[in-house]
């Protein structure tokens, strides 16, 4: 069978932990969807480990297959072996040769666009990573797959007319003078070499057919979601959004395996007990802003808010894994939620972080919005109606801070009351069943009401 695991809210929210939990029991952990801007981090026998591109559960041992809905920067991903092999583990790792190759160019015209909207404030606030570029030649039939880095002609073919055009957009078009990122023989030769590593090393694979032989053999497969449903370019926030759909349909399209499986699994929800947000777009409720990244702050939000909000970001370390930048903050938003499951049908959900709230004199949660004198339960359509949402709030008791450790040894019910009173007021609303409660940044930190496998 397959588990799935879904960003519900707008990255961050926690989910490479929870690979990490339910993936003991898994044999294979594949990424459908992204590439290097994903910051996934997780704790095993005291060591952090932050991954990018390697999927979580090759930390312990799993078979970790990118699939070919993501995009692959091969240097990222050998680093990241490199890396871990450097640290005593040895990753087993396949790349689908359908997935879409990451070009140095890509990462250089990803900057450049930024730079450009942030002329008029506009700026999307991207990892840099080159994701949205590649995705746009994958759609544009112009991209570079994995599987083309082992036929040096069809390689060489596809640069030479891929390069020149991106060479006159970013000169021509955009006007930026550019080096060598743009040379197609410079880039023939590394990426040649690349596909002669992936080769030699027996890692490429035809994600669709591996995955469901693999779960026709008996064997349990678990889909890694990077990113977050409101960053979804389908059903997120366009065009504050990344580039591909982190949502549960994206575990099938980036897979190959159909809906019929993936909905025959279940589909974990992975919930950050507040709100945290990267880069640009709006945030009904965010508390204080972050200057550069909120639209139109001035760093003045009242010295509640900015207390609130410096509580949160440092009791909840949050500090983006990829970029170090200070991460948004706000309270839970439950519209959002609502939407989240609709979008990806999910069977249980994940809420964590809900030590880091634990001190306060009480938590909020937006219950809904109001827009144009209307109630809203879940999220607009558009971008602006959302960011003209005004969120209307349920306020609960704070819970004090307790022993989580032993509060995880114990089980759900030796959370605080006031947390489980929390809880359940997202689990009612959202009409999911908690599967499990994070308490802090360890696996064993963690209250486990279900296994889903
Ligand atoms: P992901 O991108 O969804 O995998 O999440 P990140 O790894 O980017 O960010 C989550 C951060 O929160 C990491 O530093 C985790 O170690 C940490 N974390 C996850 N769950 C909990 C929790 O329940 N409590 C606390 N205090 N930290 C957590
Ligand atoms: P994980 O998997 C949070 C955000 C970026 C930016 C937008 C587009 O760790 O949850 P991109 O580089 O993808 O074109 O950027 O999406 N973003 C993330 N925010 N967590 C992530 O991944 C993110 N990956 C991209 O900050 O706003
Ligand atoms: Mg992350």
Redesign the pocket.
């Known amino acids: 069978m397959t588990v799935t695991i879904v960003?519900s809210q707008?990255?961050?929210?926690g989910?490479g932990g929870v690979v990490d939990l339910y993936g003991d029991a898994a044999d294979v952990v594949a990424r459908y969807q992204?590439g290097d801007?994903?910051?996934?981090t997780v704790v095993h026998e005291g060591e952090e480990y932050k991954l990018s591109l390697v999927p979580s559960g090759a930390i312990r041992g799993k078979t970790g297959v990118l699939g070919n809905g993501c995009v692959v920067n091969p240097r990222t991903l050998f680093d990241e072996i490199d890396t871990l092999r450097d640290r005593g583990l040895d990753p087993e790792i396949r790349v689908a040769r359908r997935a879409h190759v990451i070009f140095p160019y890509h990462r250089v015209l990803d900057g450049i666009e930024e730079d450009v909207k942030s002329e008029d404030d506009n700026e999307?606030?991207?990892?840099?990573?080159g994701?949205?570029p590649t995705y746009e030649d994958k759609a544009g039939r112009r991209g570079v797959r994995i599987g083309d880095l082992t036929d040096p002609d069809v390689l060489r073919e596809r640069l030479e007319y891929v390069v020149p055009l991106k060479r006159a957009l970013a000169e021509d078009v955009l006007g930026v003078e550019v080096g060598e990122e743009f040379d197609v023989d410079a880039l023939y030769e590394e990426y040649r070499e690349y596909g002669r590593r992936l080769e030699n090393e027996d890692m490429l694979v035809n994600a669709g057919k591996f995955l469901s032989d693999r779960i026709d053999d008996g064997e349990n497969v678990m889909l890694e979601g990077?990113?977050?449903t409101v960053?979804d370019i389908d059903h997120g926030n366009y065009p504050?959004?990344?580039?591909s759909n982190p949502t549960a349909g994206g575990a099938c399209t980036g897979t190959g395996l159909g809906p019929g499986v993936v909905g025959d699994g279940e589909v974990i929800g992975i919930v950050k007990a507040y709100l945290t947000r990267?880069?640009?777009?709006p945030m009904p409720t965010e508390l204080a802003g972050v200057e550069g990244d909120t639209p139109g702050y001035d760093g003045d939000a009242g010295e509640r808010e900015e207390e609130l909000a410096t509580y949160i970001r440092e009791a909840g370390d949050e500090y983006g894994?990829v970029t170090g930048r200070p991460r948004r903050v706000g309270w839970l938003d439950v519209p959002m939620l609502r939407h989240a499951s609709r979008v990806s049908s999910f069977t249980g959900l994940a809420v964590n972080h809900v030590d880091t709230l634990a001190g306060l004199d009480e938590v909020k949660a937006a219950h809904s919005y109001t827009l144009d004198g209307e109630e809203l339960l879940t999220l607009p359509a558009t971008t602006e109606q959302w960011g003209d949402c005004e969120p209307s709030f349920r306020t609960f008791d704070g819970w004090p801070e307790v022993d989580w450790a032993e509060v995880a040894d114990e089980g759900y019910e030796a959370l605080p009351e006031e947390a489980r009173t929390y809880l359940e007021y997202v689990s009612d609303e959202v009409d999911v069943p908690i599967y499990a409660v994070g308490v802090g940044p360890g696996r064993s930190e963690t209250v486990v009401r279900e296994r889903p496998f």
């Not at 504050?240 to 580039?243: A, D, F």
């Open positions: 960003g707008l990255g961050d929210e989910k992204g801007n994903a910051g996934h999307v606030g991207t990892t840099g990573r994701i949205g990077a990113q977050g960053i504050y959004v990344t580039s990267v880069g640009s777009g894994t």
